[in-house]
């Protein structure tokens, strides 16, 4: 495992961002893993900089999101499609029918998450997972309890994330978080090549510790990750402040 820890975000969202293109630049057909929440929105920021000044092209590039919201459709503004569309795609040259994000309104499921584990293994597998953490030890959506080889399926998400993520859904519009969702699955996540975490800010502290220090067990998803060949965990200084 590497750590870096960068003295802000931004450093840290950069880091991320010019990993990410460099990976691109050794291979321009790669197949990349991405993630959604607030930390990614500067990582994001960062390549569309990186591409406007043409130091990266999505152009051959091949996308696989973690998760998506059961129940929103693409146009909702809470669904993770509406989230990579207004950050990334609709920003940079990357092939639409190449930029894939879990359908979390497929009149069947089950189906829709054994294609989509499909579609990754037709692409080659995953050369780069992108992940963010949340305060309950997710990656993806995979709560608390995921088994270790879990692939793409429906998850229930636990109060701790409803919390978190709760605060994004608007009541007085009448929106209201589903408390399922379509997530890849441990094992699909592992299976990537690489893997690049990046957690900042003081809120992350304590569960950064736990999931790159603690015991590695599924009750925090996150720190199956420790037994990754090459996985890069990019910190600010704040959410490393725990780490011994
Ligand atoms: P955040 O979410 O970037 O909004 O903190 C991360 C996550 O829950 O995976």
């Known amino acids: 495992m590497k750590y870096l820890v960068f003295e802000t975000p931004?450093?840290?969202e950069r880091y991320a961002a010019n990993?990410?293109?460099?990976?691109?630049?050794f291979r321009p057909d790669c197949v990349l893993g991405l993630a959604t929440g607030a930390t990614?929105?500067?990582?994001?920021?960062?390549?569309?900089?990186?591409?406007?000044a043409r130091q990266v092209s999505f152009h051959f590039c091949?996308?696989?999101?973690?998760?998506?919201?059961?129940?929103?459709?693409?146009?909702?503004?809470?669904?993770?499609?509406?989230?990579m569309k207004k950050n990334l795609f609709s920003q940079v040259d990357l092939e639409p029918?190449?930029?894939?994000?879990?359908?979390?309104?497929?009149?069947?499921?089950?189906q829709a998450c054994a294609e989509y584990e499909e579609m990754i293994r037709k692409a080659g597998g995953l050369d780069l997972q992108l992940l963010g953490i949340g305060h309950s030890g997710h990656i993806g959506f995979n709560e608390p309890g995921s088994a270790a080889d879990s692939k793409t399926r429906v998850v229930e998400l636990c109060e701790e994330t409803m919390r978190q993520n709760g605060i994004y859904f608007d009541?007085?519009?009448?929106?209201?978080?589903?408390?399922?969702?379509?997530?890849?699955?441990?094992?699909?996540?592992?299976?990537?090549?690489?893997?690049?975490?990046?957690?900042?800010?003081?809120?992350?502290?304590?569960?950064?510790r736990k999931a790159?220090?603690?015991?590695?067990?599924?009750?925090?998803?996150?720190?199956l990750i420790q037994r990754h060949?090459?996985?890069?965990?990019?910190?600010?200084?704040?959410?490393?402040?725990?780490?011994?």
Do not use: W
């Open 62 to 83: 091949t996308t696989f999101n973690l998760d998506e919201y059961i129940g929103l459709p693409p146009h909702d503004r809470n669904s993770y499609h509406f989230f």
């Open 229 to 244: 060949p090459d996985l890069t965990v990019v910190l600010d200084r704040e959410a490393a402040a725990k780490l011994a």
């Open 212 to 223: 790159l220090q603690g015991e590695i067990s599924t009750a925090v998803p996150a720190s």
């Open 19 to 25: 990993r990410i293109a460099e990976i691109i630049s």
């Open 171 to 208: 009541a007085a519009r009448g929106e209201k978080m589903p408390g399922r969702a379509v997530s890849m699955g441990l094992g699909t996540i592992l299976a990537a090549r690489e893997l690049l975490l990046i957690a900042t800010g003081s809120r992350k502290a304590e569960i950064i």
């Open 97 to 110: 029918d190449r930029a894939h994000v879990p359908d979390g309104c497929a009149a069947d499921l089950a």
């Open 10 to 12: 931004l450093e840290a």
């Open 40 to 52: 990614m929105e500067g990582v994001y920021a960062e390549l569309v900089r990186l591409y406007r």
